[in-house]
């Protein structure tokens, strides 16, 4: 069952590991119980785990908190970790997030980001999101001013609808995207895969584990605190909730078949998926990384990888019926 994955090109001379570590869930936000100095250590548990691809944005936390920690804990080992950050979406002052693609505060957010990591340069610098106002064309055009002057080496694309990702592309080269991607939600392997597989763009996944539910720690009898927004999501609540458990109940006789935990044989399979290049992995915690960071050095058998496909497959069969 061992033998380290190989990293995985991103752009051109970079490669990361096909686990990365999610910075979204230090930013505490919608994590409860974050502290900084668990922030901390879990960041450079994933860096001895050997994970070397760090995501953030300058939206994670209201004040930066998630790129300031990162900066923080990787001032003395720059040269082992790839950076991502994104740009374009802040917080108004009440809280609700405002989507800005304007070249102006892509510019501004992409300085501030730089002050905050404490860095002279981020290895790649995603788009976060379209607003609707700004023509794409724009918003790339300024990324790839940003590229030129040195703030970034590569250029990214994160949440964009396929056409919008088309005319991104047509103006300024991606080297990567990112988008959601798991055992249950598929729906970037219609177009998107197949499209960025053609032209050798890196496929970014994030919500791997659904938001922790296909971790395997969320069982039939857990009690959630009212403030976790995942009862926000269908996927938490009856009757998916139900499926989702028996989902979970054949993935355990699987992993255990492989000895591998539940959260080990879902990233497993996930990173082994034709074109994606890494799945982030969020963290609050040290343990919790290592956790997922072991798949770096497991495989897993044919046999389990086709079971894992047949029971998500019973599982979305479900939703397809009502």
Not at 42 to 51: L, S, V
Not at 212 to 223: E, I, T, V
Request: charged residues 25%.
């Amino acid at each position: 069952m061992r033998g380290a994955l190989p990293r995985r090109p991103l752009g051109t001379g970079l490669a990361v590991s096909p686990v990365g570590l999610g910075l979204w869930p230090i930013a505490g936000m919608t994590t409860l119980g974050t502290t900084d100095g668990d922030s901390l250590a879990t960041i450079r548990a994933a860096i001895d785990a050997g994970i070397n691809f760090f995501d953030t944005a300058w939206c994670y936390g209201t004040d930066g908190i998630s790129e300031r920690l990162l900066g923080q804990a990787i001032c003395d080992r720059r040269d082992q970790v790839v950076i991502a950050t994104k740009c374009g979406i802040h917080w108004a002052a009440e809280g609700s997030r405002i989507n800005d693609a304007s070249p102006a505060r892509l510019r501004a957010e992409s300085a501030e980001s730089l002050q905050r990591l404490g860095v002279d340069f981020v290895d790649l610098l995603y788009l976060h999101s379209a607003d609707g106002r700004t023509p794409v064309a724009e918003s790339a055009g300024e990324l790839g001013r940003l590229r030129e002057e040195g703030r970034c080496h590569l250029v990214g694309a994160s949440n964009l609808s396929f056409a919008d990702l088309q005319q991104f592309h047509a103006t300024c080269p991606l080297a990567a995207v990112q988008y959601r991607y798991n055992l249950l939600q598929r729906e970037l392997g219609d177009e998107i895969i197949p499209w960025c597989r053609e032209r050798e763009i890196a496929v970014v996944i994030y919500w791997p584990l659904m938001k922790g539910l296909l971790a395997g720690k969320l069982r039939r009898d857990w009690q959630f605190d009212p403030a976790d927004r995942r009862l926000e999501y269908p996927m938490f609540r009856p009757p998916e909730w139900d499926w989702n458990q028996d989902l979970l109940d054949e993935l355990e006789t699987i992993a255990h078949s492989e000895r591998v935990t539940i959260a080990q044989l879902v990233v497993g399979w996930t990173i082994r998926q034709p074109g994606i290049t890494s799945a982030l992995c969020g963290a609050k915690r040290p343990g919790q990384i290592r956790e997922t960071a072991a798949v770096l050095n497991q495989s897993l058998s044919p046999t389990a990888l086709g079971a894992i496909e047949a029971a998500a497959v019973r599982r979305l069969l479900r939703t397809a019926e009502g």
